[in-house]
């Protein structure tokens, strides 16, 4: 998930603090998601309630496999049936190849898809994929990452800002730590421009601590899978452990490698994690993992593929080509554990408003 830094539309950045006490696998940070339909929910703009989207068929497309994305999955279906769409399918390919992205963008294409929700694998290649399916006809959006610089060829791109959840997760940990002491940082693919963010937003918030906070070590490239995560960790602990007073993982695999890690280890440090696995909420609710920042994958895959049918009917169209719109990031703790999800609904139904009222413009 890739995103450099930029300024944004206004109110786009707004985002629900959950946790007491705690400081504030995207998109570019600004520094600090025919009468067959089902009836729509109320309107919250001038003409966007979708009239008739039972023509549009709509392409989910990760740029691999990642257990990030399944809520893509339900949150398509729900869609399919709330807005009465042709078809909403999930796709990926089994590798992490942008010319295997793009073949399968062109075998969906083939098959009558007519418009696209990607995250694409290459933060600077995607561009060209996006201008392709443009000039065929078909709306995009960039979903859970936007392209690499200053330009970005989708309709509109809804992801997290992942500088910002960072951030927050930092700050997270600096609290939880008391404010001093030593921090790991464990994250995904140094190479990918959105891990460069999350070193940003955690390096950010070590500086605001006034050098009372040490980042003693950064490590990068352990999300390929949890057992490379798991034996990162292990290793760390192993060679370190006595050091660490706190870690934070702004990658999937590592979040979840360090809360099995620090809990067999019977460690100290406090654990801050990111995304809502099952372990890692299990971890919050046995006060292993101290907290976690998750993010919002349902509501960039249901208000994506809604604002794709208002495109792709022609009912809509992006007031500004290439916005980028922040689609929310949550701190968990314990203290909101049970009920953190329904924060993450009202930011999507915001989101809504938001494109209804402000990104869209619809007859």
Known sequence: MRFPTRSVLPGVVAVALLATGTAACTYKNSDAQSGSQAAPAARTGAGADLVDGSQTKVALVPGGAHPYFQPWKTAGAAAKKTYGLGAVAFDETAEWDQQKQNNLLSTLAARGYNAFGVFGVSPTDINSTFADLKSQGFPVASLGSCPAGDKDDADFCLSTDVQLAAYKAAKAAIAAMGGKGTLVHLTGNNVDANTQLRIKGVTQAVKESGGKVKLLQTITDIDTDLQTAQKAVSDLMAAKGSQITGIVATAYNPAVAAADVVKSSGSKAKVIAIDDDAKILSGI???????????????????????????????????????????????????????????????????????????????
């Open 285 to 363: 609710k046995q006060g292993t993992v101290t907290a976690t920042v998750v993010q919002n994958p349902v509501g960039q895959a249901e208000i994506g593929t809604w604002a794709l049918a208002l495109l792709q009917t022609k009912q809509c169209t992006v007031r500004s080509p290439g916005v980028e719109v922040d689609s929310g990031s949550f701190v968990v703790t314990k203290a909101n554990v049970a009920g953190y999800d329904k924060a993450r609904q009202a930011k999507t139904a915001e989101l809504k408003k938001q494109f209804a009222d402000k990104i869209l413009s619809c007859a």
